[in-house]
């Protein structure tokens, strides 16, 4: 079975910077296309960021585009969220998810196994 373990959250200030990690083990996750989602208070889980399993093909929200970076290093099994120029609004848990096709997928329902999520709370 796959495993995704989500790190890296924390407090910050705005316009702060933090990089989540999302380490898998049971077997590793070359092949596989990843996502990064959030989830606000009383809010559903939203699409983040899309990336192919090579790396070359990344999609975000339109709400992080031009702040957040989504990156992968397929040796380490680990996949990455650079997230810039922070603000109250990305308060919330993220959560990574792997992909249950090749392509770009933006719907929560399209990504077989998850994390627990690491918290990201963002003050003013």
């Known amino acids: 079975q796959v495993q995704l373990v989500e790190s890296g959250g924390g407090l910050v200030q705005a316009g702060g910077s933090l990089r989540l990690s999302c380490a898998a083990s049971?077997?590793?996750?070359?092949?596989?296309?990843m996502g990064w989602f959030r989830q606000a208070p009383g809010k559903e889980r939203d699409f983040v960021a899309f990336i192919n399993w090579s790396g070359g093909v990344t999609r975000y929200a339109d709400s992080v585009k031009g702040r957040f970076t989504i990156s992968r290093d397929n040796a380490k099994n680990t996949v990455y969220l650079q997230m810039n120029t922070l603000k109250p609004e990305d308060t919330a848990v993220y959560y990574c998810?792997?992909?249950?096709?090749?392509?770009?997928?933006?719907?929560?329902?399209?990504?077989?196994?998850w994390g627990q999520g690491t918290q990201v709370t963002v003050s003013s």
């Open positions: 049971g077997r590793t996750l070359s092949s596989y296309a």
């Open positions: 998810a792997r992909s249950l096709r090749p392509s770009v997928v933006t719907t929560k329902g399209d990504y077989d196994y």
